[in-house]
């Protein structure tokens, strides 16, 4: 998954090697296991990459 680079340009690392994690899993067999396991890992993406939003005024 892309994300934008945080203000000092660069990506968060806990974040990098969750994306990093989304990636091998996509090399693995469809199943059951698998579905459980993006979903886990999208949920912890989207905590991660909410900490550089800003929020609007």
Do not use: F
């Not at 974040?15 to 090399?27: A, Q, S, Y």
């Amino acid at each position: 998954m892309s994300h934008s680079p945080g203000p000092d340009g660069q990506v968060p690392h806990a974040l990098d090697e969750v994306n990093d994690r989304i990636r091998h899993l996509m090399t693995e067999p469809v199943g059951t296991a698998r579905a459980e396991e993006y979903r886990r890992l999208l949920s912890l993406w989207s905590l991660l990459s909410r900490e550089d939003v800003t929020k609007a005024a």
